[in-house]
Nanobody, 124 residues
């Protein structure tokens, strides 16, 4: 079992920045991909960014590419999401997830473990 805890959410003005963190504890696989998803009110949960175990491969949704950066520190079992140039439409609950098979897929169904989420609100 893997337990994920997100932090770093909050209220920020448009154009501002936030850095989210997700700390993993419990069993790790040495191959897992970690990712961020988000869900805005009234919308389905959507993929935001992912990173493979080695960190060599990162992949992003088109809506955030160039503004968000995903990274990980395996020694700390932590994945980060640096969010710059935030827009009102980035407002959502952000979830961390683990794919123990280590794929680069963006579908919710391949992710085995999920955190509880952290709220990000972009508003003036």
């Amino acid at each position: 079992q893997v337990h994920l805890v997100e932090s770093g959410g909050g209220l920020v003005q448009p154009g501002g920045s936030l850095r989210l963190s997700c700390a993993a504890s419990g069993r790790t696989f040495g191959t897992d991909t970690m990712a961020w998803f988000r869900q805005a009110p009234g919308n389905e949960r959507e993929f935001v960014a992912g990173i493979t175990w080695s960190g060599r491969i990162t992949f992003y949704a088109d809506s955030v590419r160039g503004r968000f950066t995903i990274s990980r520190d395996n020694a700390k079992n932590t994945v980060y999401l640096q969010m710059n140039s935030l827009k009102v439409e980035d407002t959502a609950v952000y979830y961390c997830a683990v794919d123990s098979a280590g794929s680069t897929l963006r579908f919710e169904s391949v992710y085995d473990y999920w955190g509880q989420g952290t709220q990000v609100t972009v508003s003036s």
